[in-house]
Structures are given as C-alpha cells and as structure tokens.
T-cell receptor, first 113, second 115 residues
Framework: EAQVTQNPRYLITVTGKKLTVTCSQNMNHEYMSWYRQDPGLGLRQIYYSMNVEVTDKGDVPEGYKVSRKEKRNFPLILESPSPNQTSLYFC????????????FGSGTRLTVV | AQSVTQLGSHVSVSEGALVLLRCNYSSSVPPYLFWYVQYPNQGLQLLLKYTTGATLVKGINGFEAEFKKSETSFHLTKPSAHMSDAAEYFCAVAPDSGSARQLTFGSGTQLTVLP
C-alpha cells in the first residue's frame, strides 16, 4: 500500500529535550515536506526537500532541522523544543510537480511542556 | 505571491442538505487548485483537483468544485450531506508552472453535519 508513515503519533516532551519525528514514504517520491497545523492558521510549511541531499526552508523553519540522506526518509528534528512548537505535524510526499497532489502522513501531535 | 481564503471557519448543515464550502484564491499566474479533506485523527486526503480543461471537477464521495476564473473562486459542493462528511476541508493553490514547494493552503473549514 502506498503510504507516508510518521512516528510517533503522539509525543509529550519537556522543554529543551531533543527529539526526532520520523517520516518514511514507499512511493519513490522525489519531493517531501513537513507542515505544522495550528487552529485558524491552516497548514504552514516548515521545510521541504526536492530530492536526496536537497533541502530548503519553508515559511516557518525556526527551531527545526531536517535531513534527506535517503529518498524514502525525511526526519524532522527539534534540537531544543519550546512550548510554542506544540502543534500537529504532517509529513507529505509527492512528485516534484505540485499538480500531482501530495500524500500525507497521519500526523504527529506534539506537546512541549 | 499567491494566497487562499476560505470563507467560514465553521459550517454546519443538516443531513441531506447542500454542502457549500467557499474558496477564493489570488495568483499572478493560472493556478492549479485543490481540495483536501481531513477526517478526525487522520492526515489530509486529496478530494479533487483542477489543473486544466473542464472547469467543473468531480472528486471522491460525491463532491465537486467549479473553477471560476472571473471570480477567482473554487467552491466545493455536494448536493446532499452525509454524517460521514463531517471533517475539516482545506483549499490549496499552486501556480501551474511551479514546483511542489509552492503549494499554499487555506486556513480550513470545519464541516459539521447535523442529524
């Protein structure tokens, strides 16, 4: 089954404790992206990757890091999480052309206390 | 720069009634337009998309949307709401010459279906 898999689904952590949210896709997509979803703000792009070893900032990259060492994986790293990073996070993958649409993961609900 | 405006963050309809979710966009070039649906505790799922050709687009679960260039709109409709349609709906836009990076989402509309 074609899918984007995120782990974990739920995470509660404390301020300053480094964490990684994993994302993996099995569709051989070139493009992968991370979004955060907050009430009233829709989805805002954090980082994206057009291919292996190619990453770039989205609209809200502060406080996040990513890497793309393999085509299928695109982990999101929070080196020193803060409460304002409490949010619902989605990973997405797709063709590098936007009009094909994206496949989204099921989301990771992160709470930073 | 492109943007998307979804009118109404919450919409309630009775079961069997018409569903109308509004989306207006701004784009300096001809756009690709999308509607995504998010069911509770799930990721976003592509409902339908407009790229080129016929301006009335049919999607999954009986939804359709019409691209109206003169009104810069891409409203989502369904003739008869089902309880299972309760979800959050997102409109998104990308320039037709753009890369995937340039997909911009609206703020979402929460649809409630009343029995």
């Amino acid at each position: 089954e074609a899918q984007v898999t995120q782990n974990p689904r739920y995470l509660i952590t404390v301020t300053g404790k480094k964490l990684t949210v994993t994302c993996s896709q099995n569709m051989n997509h070139e493009y992968m992206s991370w979004y955060r979803q907050d009430p009233g703000l829709g989805l805002r792009q954090i980082y994206y990757s057009m291919n292996v070893e190619v990453t770039d900032k989205g609209d809200v990259p502060e406080g996040y890091k990513v890497s793309r060492k393999e085509k299928r994986n695109f982990p999101l790293i929070l080196e020193s999480p803060s409460p304002n990073q409490t949010s619902l996070y989605f990973c997405a993958s797709g063709s590098h052309r936007a009009h094909y649409g994206y496949t989204f993961g099921s989301g990771t609900r992160l709470t930073v206390v | 720069a492109q943007s998307v405006t979804q009118l109404g963050s919450h919409v309630s309809v009775s079961e069997g009634a018409l569903v109308l979710l509004r989306c207006n966009y701004s784009s300096s070039v001809p756009p690709y337009l999308f509607w995504y649906v998010q069911y509770p505790n799930q990721g976003l799922q592509l409902l339908l998309k407009y790229t080129t050709g016929a301006t009335l687009v049919k999607g999954i679960n009986g939804f359709e949307a019409e691209f109206k260039k003169s009104e810069t709109s891409f409203h989502l409709t369904k003739p008869s709401a089902h309880m299972s349609d309760a979800a959050e709906y997102f409109c998104a836009v990308a320039p037709d010459s753009g890369s995937a990076r340039q997909l911009t989402f609206g703020s979402g509309t929460q649809l409630t279906v009343l029995p």
